[in-house]
């Protein structure tokens, strides 16, 4: 997954078909899921996948409401089809629901 290096880089992907997740280093529900997502990747390999700290771009939550972590904005065209946003642990089996529904 890539990983996003600035606010400019996510104006520009989210452009295209991009599924962002907004995640941490210390979010113990992140690393829950994070050795599952090459398999979403895999499997909506029509979108890019980035995954966004939320510490280094803490703006960018606060601007897309992000509440908790992990979260997930998914973009397409500069369109924000859809969001899975909240506090709660997310399983993959959840994730990839959401993903279904929007992609």
Sequence with gaps: MKQLESEKQFEELKQGKTVFEFTAG????CRVIEPDLPK???KYQEFDFVSVDRDQFI????D?????IPSF????EGELLGSYI???R???EQIDEFLAQHI
Excluded: T
Aim: with cysteine; proline share 4%; net charge negative.
């Design 86 to 88: 909240g506090k709660e």
């Design 73 to 76: 904005l998914v973009f397409k």
């Design 26 to 29: 210390w979010c113990p529900d």
């Design 40 to 42: 979403l990747e895999e």
């Design 90 to 92: 997310k399983s993959i």
């Design 59 to 62: 703006d960018l939550c606060i």
């Design 64 to 68: 897309n409401d992000i509440l908790g």
